[in-house]
């Protein structure tokens, strides 16, 4: 009797350590791979060929106004001392002024970031809706024409050129059918309208009822979100196949056709449930790879996101922008991870 | 003529023998045996066609073209597809686009070759070395892989050409720094596998030194592996480098770059489409050809892993 | 009428070689007992069970005279018809509990499931019955094994539990497809007789499919001993020892005995002869 009480006792207590030294070690890893991520960009800044001081004070500025500004930066420090300031700055949020145009990088960001955010989002929701159902479809009739068709779909997806297809897009849709709107988020009369509060337009004009503003938006936004809705339509379903087709050849699955359950509540009930938690973990790998699709979607379609803003940036030796874009598309990458890394222990039974 | 028949006969019978007389043979044997199975799948085939055709083009390319490719015809410009003389039409300064396609072809391979070469082989390095060193070497060489991983590969790669400079060898340069991470992983987890195994402690029992393990019997037991991975990756390079040609920060004008081309196709895209299209259609097709062949070799070589 | 009546069962897989024949016309009937059905592996045995619920998948094909449940022919039945034979008339417990529950749904859901499929009842009530069912398996505290997950089971209580979901609709026929084989030899014992009380108090018709003669001979009342896709020999398991074809022979003389101690055992060998021949009727 004694011996089961200490057993249970030890069975209450024992997950505990573990739990709080995983959660340790995921933390140290995470803070691990910020830290490189910000010290390979901060190495990238400094081997670049254009000088940060000439770039700020200009060609014909003195020698004592250069060695100012030299100082005032921390160039005169050594690198590692640098690299510490570098730190400090973007845990502040200070990526530096944009040289382009004289604003803080970070104001910047934040004002293209949504506009990306929207664009993704949409890609990637167009992605979901279409993929599962299609990847399914495909693992359940594996062979037959449908599986077929969804195999042209991906291979097509990862053989075509995003910039190109975007183009083609651009010629049919707006050029020639006119069912679209053509570059930018907005047709200049709509512009201006509508009161900025979450920086994405679909959701500012609706807020606002100004649906008329809504409608010209969608319409600018539906090509390019479509045609990121392809990209990640193509991966997501291609995941959700091959995760299906090893689900459904699992014995469990055998169990449920036994019970008599239809093939419907075999798929659906059953071996879908299992494919939950790795179907989110390619949601979120999608939905960043999206982020960064999203670049040169971006330059197509004058779509004034990170992607343009950064690309923009690259154009004019504007490194403090580049830099702090890249940054952050990197963090965001960084936080996804981990948040699908977080929602596979929430979601999988087995990991707890 | 016979003759001829009953030696091709001979050397079959030799390639699918059940009982191979020497290690050479054997190897051999099994190569065939995969060529079989890669010659039963007509997609993979396919691909392999278009991507010797693609060779062939480059290799032949003054042979082929109809025009220099950078000769300029300002009076000529932007002809039409099926213009006399130029199939495939002009460009803005009336350069022949089919010309320039044959040599872009050039410009291509020599970017995909560079980065097959570069990337997996950095990778195969960082991988066998962590995996078969292991303890702190492993931990760090791995965590650095991780933050590689971490990056958006095209706004790393965005980055490393801003730093390096606009150009084709600086573009191969940054594919190739975002695309080693996977070839080490993949490289070391075969390697973990491998090293446990007993002929390696055999092996190490007679005195073979690590260095000898790795390359006499690690990597080679890697390759079949990062091959696959490879080929399937080349889809991603060119489409990488055309992206970063139609960002002006890969081949430089006026090089006949494919992804430069439909850069500069794109003023016009609303005129005179086929400027942009053909380039892109070129690029398409050539990624194609990579991922039908890829996808047909990893049946070949890793049925484990296979999607048919 | 027999419960069950197999006529020329033929299982076939079209390969890149031609098509091979997992099941050569396999005809046997089953009454009110226990049926054991033995072979090794590749011999047809497994497929012979999952044809009679018509489960093999496409591109296997099944091919019979009849397969005949209480004279109703089931190849003549739609799939929506056969769902309702599947669970309620004909159950299968299979090798593994660990591939064969569902691993993200709570035990509990899995069982009551397979109960609220056939009976039109409410959730109470389901769960009340799948309580009874666990108990029933000898499986402690089954209102906590209700919310457990499979994987917190050992293979003992997972298999106990397959038993419970499988025998939780009533059904007449239950195929034990090598139902020990992954288990723990101290539990395998303990399994066998939940599962066999359980068929005898309902008078249920089972068929037990094994590779091991000798659990098969003392578990059963009939054996069919299956050889390349075919029955080669019928007999009471009582009087396995009388056996007449060579290869249960063979596998008889490589078993040890405790009562006729040898000091080799022989070795099976194999006659290319008894793949062909007709089918032994099992009747």
């Known amino acids: 009797m004694s011996a089961s009480d200490t057993n249970q006792e030890r069975r209450r207590r024992a997950p505990l350590f573990p739990w709080i030294k995983g959660t340790l070690l995921t933390l140290g890893s995470i803070a691990v791979t910020m830290l490189g991520l910000l010290f390979v960009t901060f190495v990238i800044g400094r081997v670049m060929p254009i000088d940060p001081v000439l770039a700020i004070v200009g060609e014909r500025a003195s020698q004592s106004t250069y060695d100012a500004v030299y100082e005032q930066l921390g160039l005169d420090k050594p690198l590692i001392v640098q690299f510490f300031y570098y730190l400090w700055d973007v845990v502040r949020g200070d990526f530096g002024m944009s040289l382009l145009n004289a604003r803080p990088v970070s104001e910047d960001i934040a004002r293209v970031f949504p506009a990306t955010m929207e664009l993704a989002t949409l890609g990637v929701f167009v992605g979901i809706v279409l993929g599962v159902p299609l990847g399914v479809v495909a693992a359940v009739n594996r062979g037959s024409w449908i599986d077929q068709i969804a195999r042209v779909v991906a291979l097509v997806g990862y053989s075509m050129p995003i910039f190109w297809l975007g183009l083609m897009g651009l010629l049919v849709f707006y050029g020639v059918l006119g069912w679209v709107g053509g570059p930018g988020r907005l047709d200049i009369f709509y512009q201006d309208i509508v009161p900025t509060r979450t920086g994405m337009i679909l959701l500012d004009s609706a807020l606002a009822g100004e649906w008329s503003v809504f409608r010209n938006a969608f319409s600018h936004i539906v090509l390019p979100a479509s045609l990121l809705g392809y990209y990640s339509l193509a991966y997501i379903s291609r995941m959700t196949r091959s995760f299906m087709l090893e689900q459904l050849s699992a014995e469990y699955v055998t169990t449920a056709r036994v019970k008599g359950l239809s093939e419907r509540a075999v798929i659906w009930r059953h071996a879908f449930k299992n494919i939950r938690v790795q179907l989110i973990t390619v949601i979120a790998l999608s939905y960043a790879n999206l982020l960064e699709g999203s670049v040169l979607t971006e330059i197509i379609f004058s779509w004034p996101g990170i992607g343009s803003y950064i690309t923009t940036a690259l154009l004019s030796a504007d490194m403090n922008a580049v830099l702090g874009g890249t940054v952050v598309v990197g963090l965001i990458f960084i936080c996804l991870n981990i948040l699908s890394d977080l929602l596979y222990r929430v979601f999988d039974p087995r990991s707890k | 003529m016979s003759d001829v028949t009953s030696q091709n006969q001979s050397w079959r019978e030799w390639l699918t023998t059940d009982a191979p007389t020497s290690r050479r043979h054997a190897r051999l044997a099994n190569l065939y045996q995969g060529w079989l199975t890669l010659r039963a799948n007509s997609m993979a085939m396919f691909g392999l066609g278009i991507l010797l055709a693609l060779l062939l083009v480059a290799l032949l390319a003054p042979v082929l073209s109809p025009h220099d490719p950078f000769e300029q015809s300002l009076g000529n410009r932007l002809q039409p597809l099926g213009t006399e003389g130029h199939i495939l039409g002009t460009d803005s300064l009336g350069r022949d686009i089919l010309s320039r396609l044959i040599y872009g072809s050039r410009i291509t391979l020599y970017i995909v070759a560079l980065v097959a070469l570069i990337a997996p082989v950095a990778g195969l390095l960082v991988g066998t070395v962590a995996g078969y060193v292991g303890g702190w070497t492993d931990t760090i060489l791995m965590r650095i892989t991780d933050i590689f991983l971490a990056f958006p590969r095209l706004v790393l790669a965005l980055a490393f050409v801003a730093a390096l400079g606009a150009g084709i060898e600086n573009a191969v340069l940054a594919i190739s720094l975002t695309a080693w991470p996977p070839y080490a992983r993949i490289a070391r987890a075969e390697t973990l596998t491998i090293r446990s195994a007993d002929y390696i402690s055999a092996i190490r029992l007679q005195g073979a030194g690590a260095l000898r393990i790795i390359t006499k019997h690690i990597w080679p037991l890697c390759i079949s592996s990062l091959i696959v991975r490879v080929t399937l990756d080349m889809a991603g390079i060119i489409l990488a480098a055309a992206g970063l040609g139609f960002l002006g920060l890969g081949a430089q004008p006026p090089s006949p770059e494919w992804g430069a081309m439909i850069s500069e196709g794109r003023r016009f895209i609303l005129d005179h489409w086929w400027v942009a299209t053909v380039p892109g259609l070129a690029i398409f097709t050539v990624s194609l050809a990579f991922n039908l062949l890829g996808d047909g070799l990893r049946d070949v070589l890793d049925p484990k892993d296979g999607s048919q | ?283």
């Open chain 3, 1 to 283: 009428m027999s419960l069950l009546e197999v006529e020329n069962l033929w299982v076939r897989f079209p390969t890149r070689q031609g098509i091979f024949d997992a099941v050569r016309g396999v005809s046997f009937t089953l009454e009110r007992e226990r049926l054991g059905i033995v072979g090794e592996s590749g011999s047809g045995k497994s497929m012979t069970g999952r044809a009679i619920l018509r489960l093999i998948r496409k591109p296997g094909i099944v091919e019979a005279d009849a397969i005949r449940l209480e004279g109703r022919n089931l190849l003549d039945l739609t799939e929506p018809e056969m769902r309702k034979v599947r669970g309620q008339k004909i159950s299968m417990v299979m090798q593994d509990p660990k591939f064969s529950l569902n691993p993200v749904m709570t035990i509990g859901d899995q069982i009551m499931e397979a109960y609220l499929l056939h009976n039109n009842t409410s959730k109470a009530q389901a769960r009340a019955k799948a309580i009874a069912m666990l108990e029933a398996v000898s499986i402690r505290d089954p209102e906590r094994v209700m919310r457990a997950y499979p994987h917190e089971m050992s293979g003992g209580m997972g298999q106990r539990i397959m038993i419970a979901m499988m025998l939780i609709p009533d059904p007449q026929i239950l195929i034990a497809d090598e139902p020990t084989s992954a288990l723990d030899v101290s539990v395998q014992r303990q399994v066998l007789d939940i599962m066999d009380g359980l068929v005898k108090e309902r008078g249920m018709g089972l068929i037990f499919i094994s590779h091991d003669l000798n659990l098969v001979s003392e578990f059963c009342d009939r054996v069919l001993i299956m050889y390349a896709g075919r029955i080669v020999e019928v007999c009471d398991a009582d009087k396995l020892h009388q056996a007449k074809h060579p290869y249960t022979q063979g596998l008889l003389n490589s078993l040890p005995r405790l009562d006729q101690p040898k000091k080799h055992l022989e070795v099976l060998k194999r006659d290319d002869a008894w793949a062909d021949g007709e089918s032994v009727g099992g009747s």
